[in-house]
């Protein structure tokens, strides 16, 4: 008969792992992958490396989890800004906004998750998060013709075209020798000309008329 843990221990063991998540993401927000290894993950959970692999094969299996959690989080945010009350312009506009600003806030994980050298099993992520994306643009372009605000054309290369817009405008901002920059206190974009040069561009881009994109005050 195969053994069985205990429901306590099930518990223990699935607290610990969410535990040694939350302890990696943190790790990647402050120092990108590079900064996650084995060693010093498990002396920040307190515990002995072999433990780490009774829940992670590697690091890849953990980093690809972690990217996965920080990607989620962001589409799903995303996902809400783009289904909010309003005409299709403006929700584009809007999510375009609060995403950069989103990136903005937290510049080196932002950087992890656009463009930052990665394990194979992160780039993998990578390429599916990117098609959750431009899913959510799909269906905002595809109710901006129905509304008569964006000229027809195929949704689905425009969608992807718009992920890869987003993601070059932001590396540059959000890359180590730009954050150096403006530490040293060098001039650099800010966030306002980076997000509205963005939201410019993919509105354009989409065909979107003018006075469907009205300035407005972004929510916090």
Do not use: N
């Not at 692999?53 to 980093?63: M, N, Q, V």
């Amino acid at each position: 008969m195969a053994y069985r843990h205990s429901p306590a221990r099930l518990q223990k063991d699935g607290e610990l792992r969410e535990r040694i998540l939350r302890l990696a993401l943190a790790r990647v927000a402050d120092g990108g992958f590079a900064a996650l290894t084995m060693q010093s993950l498990a002396d920040d959970a307190g515990i002995a490396t072999g433990s780490l692999y009774r829940h992670f094969s590697g690091k890849g299996e953990l980093a690809a989890e972690v990217f996965a959690r920080a990607s989620q989080r962001e589409v799903d945010t995303l996902a809400a800004l783009l289904q909010a009350p309003g005409s299709p312009a403006e929700r584009l506009r809007r999510g375009l906004h609060q995403f950069a600003a989103r990136a903005w806030g937290s510049r080196r994980l932002a950087f992890a998750l656009i463009a930052e050298p990665v394990d194979p099993e992160v780039d993998e992520q990578r390429l599916i998060y990117r098609e959750a994306y431009a899913a959510l643009f799909v269906t905002l372009l595809e109710q901006g013709i129905a509304a008569g605000e964006f000229q027809p054309q195929p949704v689905q290369l425009t969608a992807a075209c718009l992920v890869g817009a987003i993601a070059e405008a932001l590396v540059g901002p959000l890359s180590p020798p730009a954050r150096a920059a403006r530490d040293a206190g060098q001039p650099s974009a800010s966030l306002e000309d980076v997000s509205d040069a963005l939201a410019s561009f993919c509105l354009r881009a989409v065909g979107a008329h003018t006075s469907a994109t009205p300035v407005t005050e972004d929510p916090p």
